[in-house]
């Protein structure tokens, strides 16, 4: 069975066109965002309306709290075993999300590198703690590729990305792309107009605000989660944390997190553009969901 792969941008539309198609084929959902796996942290990860996820069944949302450890690892031992399972069932998975990286687990597998070394780890960490920020401008010249697929705020892969370099020369990235992966996938990579892409962005921005993102964030903090743990710091969250310790005004966070958003969707776009063989779908044009199934019968 092909197992259709949904990505592009954020506020592109992934989640209704995922639906949508769900409903032509068969199909269940799976989610491959690294946001949507927290509880709690429904609006300001734009979160499919509970009742569509009873039409359709959706994997992988709601599956973890804040504060709890999550990697790639456990998204991928949980994810196949989705798969199967709604394969099992005469059902057909349907893979969403714009996390590249969820994607790149379940097609090449768990990266099997060089063995820790604690002393070359420490070093990083010493070096680190001396002067913030470092480490990612040491990998940006040694790795540019594993700077912009690492997240700024991942730490750990960051030091694993330099420990690879320095007890093997080479780049992570180079050993990334010497893995071969599984044919049953087929990626589609949705896009629109970027003026249209960037007007849906604040567009759904705006909403977020007038649905509760700021009791949201409010209601987190109040329950205990620090905003220091990772998910506190990621787009929409870290900056209504601003808000609400009066560092900046309503208006300016709102701004914030529009630019911030639309800048990570161009980011995205840098990433998908890497997949040679993706089929890109333009959901300006009508035909776009019958272009899918067309692929994948």
């Not at 059902?91 to 097609?107: M, N, Q």
């Not at 401008?137 to 700024?152: M, T």
């Not at 509760?212 to 109040?222: A, N, P, W, Y």
């Not at 787009?235 to 209504?240: A, L, N, P, Q």
């Amino acid at each position: 069975m092909k197992i259709p792969v949904i990505m592009g941008p954020t506020g592109v539309g992934k989640s209704e066109f995922a639906i949508e198609l769900a409903r032509k084929i068969g199909g269940e959902i799976i989610s491959m965002d690294s946001m949507q796996i927290y509880r709690y942290m429904d609006i300001g990860t734009s979160k499919v309306d509970p009742k569509l996820r009873e039409e359709i069944p959706h994997y992988m949302i709601d599956i973890m709290t804040p504060d709890e450890e999550f990697d790639v690892k456990r998204f991928r031992d949980m994810a196949l075993k989705f798969i199967e399972d709604i394969i099992s069932r005469k059902k057909v998975p349907i893979l969403v999300g714009g996390t590249g990286l969820y994607f790149e687990v379940l097609r090449y597998g768990i990266f099997d590198g060089p063995s820790k070394n604690e002393r070359i780890r420490e070093a990083l960490l010493k070096i680190e703690k001396e002067r913030s920020g470092s480490l990612r401008n040491l990998l940006f010249h040694v790795d540019p590729k594993a700077f912009e697929k690492i997240d700024s705020h991942d730490l750990v892969r960051t030091v694993r990305a330099l420990e690879v370099y320095i007890l093997t020369g080479r780049p992570i990235s180079t050993l990334w792309n010497e893995r071969t992966g599984e044919d049953r996938y087929v990626i589609f990579i949705l896009t629109r107009d970027r003026n249209e892409l960037y007007s849906r962005i604040n567009k759904r921005v705006d909403l977020m605000f007038e649905k509760g993102l700021v009791d949201e964030v409010k209601s987190l903090m109040d329950m205990g989660y620090s905003k220091d743990l990772k998910p506190m710091r990621s787009i929409g969250y870290k900056e209504v944390v601003q808000y609400l310790e009066g560092k900046i005004d309503l208006k300016g966070c709102v701004e914030m997190v529009k630019i911030s958003t639309r800048h990570y969707a161009k980011r995205q776009l840098t990433w998908f553009r890497k997949y040679k063989d993706a089929i890109w779908i333009d959901l300006d044009e009508k035909s776009s969901l019958e272009k899918v199934i067309q692929f994948i019968e």
